[in-house]
Nanobody, 113 residues
Framework: QEQFVESGGGLVQPGGSLRLSCTAS????????MGWYRQVPGKQRELVAS???????TYWDSVKGRFTISRDNARNTVWLQMNNLQPEDTAVYYC???????WGQGTQVTVSA
């Protein structure tokens, strides 16, 4: 069964950085579009960054210029480098294919002074 395991979250002060990792249980070589999503309690999960085999990375306005998505197909891993984190970035972060498949547990990111 396809699984994505996220890690790297934590508590960070505003302006700080975190690097999230996502390891897949299957080969991602043939998954053209992979993405990082986030969810705040009471709100819908939203896609914040994606990486496409054909088109490269895409970032949503809320994270553009601060987040960087990357992938290594040989390691079945996708990363999200998050810089200049702000309190509004607080959420549970998930990685998944696009369109999404099975969801993992996610990793909590909390930005607070």
């Amino acid at each position: 069964q396809e699984q994505f395991v996220e890690s790297g979250g934590g508590l960070v002060q505003p302006g700080g950085s975190l690097r999230l990792s996502c390891t897949a249980s299957i080969s991602i070589s043939n998954i053209h579009n992979m993405g990082w999503y986030r969810q705040v309690p009471g709100k819908q999960r939203e896609l914040v960054a994606s990486t496409s085999t054909y088109d490269g990375p895409t970032y949503w306005d809320s994270v553009k210029g601060r987040f960087t998505i990357s992938r290594d197909n040989a390691r079945n891993t996708v990363w999200l480098q998050m810089n200049n984190l702000q309190p509004e970035d607080t959420a549970v972060y998930y990685c998944n294919r696009i369109p999404s498949g099975y969801w993992g547990q996610g990793t909590q990111v909390t930005v607070s002074a």
